[in-house]
């Protein structure tokens, strides 16, 4: 889906280590700690999995350890080269020393933002554990100082474990005051959404059900997944910072719903559309909260990966400098609640033009999972898009079975959404925008072929699909930006009018015989997984449509009227509805689209 704009990455932010002190409720730095030399490093020897470090790539494993019972492994890929770091407060004009444990070919130890001079060491080959050293003096004025490990490109896995940077430590202050405001939002069978007000000077929030700590967020919502349905919980949340956490803020209890069997509460006939969330173009920038009610599903585009490999996915909302009159994050997120209490369904995309996602490896397939949960978690989101394009999907040579596939970077994304939907049950919303190339093209061409040559990427999406396709709660192809295709009339058919969208969407309504093989046949999906993708206007994509033409397309699906010289293979009145890129697109062309699909579903 067409846009322009840079990425921005995403900073790290960890907290100190802090000490019970007796009788206050507060956890705070002891005065001994506080005079002499401490290690700084939180999570050094990765106990706690990732927490406190932030990762383009990487996981804990129980072997190898040098210590304890978890170490770090991680393996570059591509351009990425697996760092792992994470920013601690430091004492200015003082002397540190920062070690490691390592193994593995080329992995290196470092520190950035000293003030003075920057530091790194490294060892070239560590078949066993080697200790890596070095030191440095801070600068004046620095405070902060962001420390390191990665590997080297093409070289494999590397383990690090028992990182500590020791130098004298700073007096944090006081921790802060306890969060106020918690309340429930979202109640489903397996989680509950949960909201609170911003403390100052907190820099994470802690939340805990029935006394337990269950995770660690940097916003000011978060939603606890993995319940059992028609269960009561009580939730508490305190704020961390520097100096250490605060002391819980008051209960609130939910109680999460009956087992739903896949439902999504969404109505028979749904409008789809994607807001323009981390980018501006030419359409102008739509607050969340003012897009209107007859969206059911919203979109937010997009998430994108740290790199092509990494399957580490970053949200990075449009910054004011680019989209102007843009809301806050809070306001976002109490957008986001309102819309869910109105019953719309608020989803992150995944992928788009720009962001192209290849899950080569299993690392990259549990980053994937990791990065993904954590923005649904911290906006409270009701499920995920996957709008892979461009080079994201292909097939081997070898693989030439939808229905088993063999590719990695299929077989690795099968997997990863297989596990998110498993982790927020049955609520959770999946939809996929995939291009005509990726589905319907199958019809003639799978992969590169009997005898080689084709493009890898024909009818890639097909296995992807047929995987899931009883976890699927959408599927909206993208009919735009597209090359003629051939029907199951054995016609080519072009964008611009009713018979294409007709022709694509029987398609995957009635099924077909991927690469012409009548042995081996796409089964159909069910009319309500089904949405057809359209453009909101000229401006938006190739292959815009008047309304008349809207309509037709509608009329012959559901009706089998209307229908011109195509000849469908069904009547489908419970097909679900339509998608449109974009929301922001529409607004411009002053709602042409939506006012269409109002007009037809009322």
């Known amino acids: 889906m067409d846009r322009t704009r840079p990425f921005v990455p995403r900073s790290a932010v960890a907290v100190l280590t802090a000490t019970l002190l007796a009788g206050t409720g507060v956890t705070a730095l ?15 020897g990765f106990e706690s999995g990732l927490d406190n470090w932030s990762c383009t790539a990487g996981s804990t494993v129980n072997s190898p350890v040098h210590s304890g019972s978890s170490a770090l492994q991680a393996t570059p890929a591509g351009s990425d080269n697996a760092r792992c770091a ?37 060892t070239q080959s560590a078949p066993n554990w080697q200790q890596l050293t070095t030191t440095f003096r801070t600068g004046p004025s620095t405070t902060k100082v962001t420390i390191y490990t990665h590997g ?51 820099t994470s929030y802690a939340v805990y059900r029935d006394g337990a700590k269950v995770r660690t967020v940097s916003g000011t919502s978060a939603t606890v997944t993995g319940l059992a349905p028609q269960t009561a919980y009580a939730f508490q949340v305190t704020a961390v910072n520097d100096a250490g956490e605060s002391a819980k803020s008051a209960t609130v209890t939910a109680t999460t719903t009956a087992g739903g069997g896949g439902n999504t509460d969404l109505p028979p006939h749904v409008l789809v559309g994607y807001l323009h969330a981390s980018f501006a173009n030419g359409s102008g920038y739509t607050r969340l909260a003012d897009v209107p009610d007859s969206w059911d599903v919203i979109d937010l585009a997009f998430g994108e990966p740290t790199s092509v490999t990494s399957g580490d996915i970053r949200f990075n909302r449009c910054p004011a400098t680019e989209c102007p009159g843009v809301e806050s994050d809070t306001e976002f997120k109490a957008a986001i609640r309102d819309k869910q209490a109105a019953g719309k369904k608020v989803l992150i995309s995944i992928g788009g033009q720009n962001g192209q996602v290849q899950l080569n490896t299993a690392q990259a397939r549990d980053t994937f999972v990791s ?114 295709i051939m029907g199951l009339d054995n016609q080519y058919h072009s964008m611009g009018g009713a018979d294409f969208h007709i022709a694509m969407t029987d398609m995957l309504l009635t099924g077909f015989p991927v690469a012409g093989d009548a042995g081996n046949v796409f089964p159909p999906l069910r009319a309500d997984q089904v949405a057809i993708g359209m453009p909101a206007s000229t401006n938006a994509g190739n292959g815009y449509v008047p309304p008349a033409e809207v309509v037709k397309s509608l009329d012959c699906l559901t009706k089998k009227a209307n229908c011109g010289s195509y000849a469908t293979h069904g009547t489908w009145p419970g097909l679900r509805g339509l998608m449109t890129w974009s929301i922001n697109w529409d607004r411009y062309s002053n709602w042409e689209f939506q006012r269409t699909f109002d007009g037809y579903f009322g």
């Open 86 to 122: 994470q920013t601690v407060t430091v004492k200015p004009d003082s002397q540190y020393t920062l070690t490691g444990h390592v193994r593995g070919s080329y992995v290196y130890l470092g520190a950035t933002g000293t003030g003075t001079t920057d530091v790194s060491t490294w």
């Open 30 to 44: 002891s005065s001994a700690a506080r005079a002499a030399d401490a290690d700084l490093v939180r999570n050094g």
């Open 371 to 484: 990065s993904v949960s954590r923005i649904i978690d911290e906006y409270g989101l009701d499920g995920l898009d996957i709008d892979f394009e461009g080079h994201s999907l292909s097939l081997n040579a070898d693989d030439t079975d939808f229905k088993n596939p063999k590719t990695p970077v299929i077989v690795n994304l099968i997997s990863a959404l297989k596990t998110l939907k498993a982790r927020y049950g049955d609520d959770f919303v999946l939809t996929m925008a995939p291009e005509t190339f990726f589905v319907q093209l199958g019809y003639q061409y799978y992969g590169t072929g009997k005898w080689g040559g084709q493009d890898p990427r024909a009818g890639a999406y097909l296995p992807v699909i047929h995987a899931l396709r009883d976890d699927l709660t959408l599927l909206h192809v993208q009919d735009y930006n597209s090359g003629p």
């Open 152 to 202: 080297w490109y093409g070289t494999g896995a590397y383990h690090a474990d028992d990182i500590s940077l020791v130098g004298p430590s700073v007096d944090p202050g006081q921790p802060p005051a306890p969060p106020t405001g918690l309340k429930t939002g979202t109640v489903t069978s397996t989680s509950v959404a949960l909201s609170w007000s911003a403390v100052p000077g907190a």
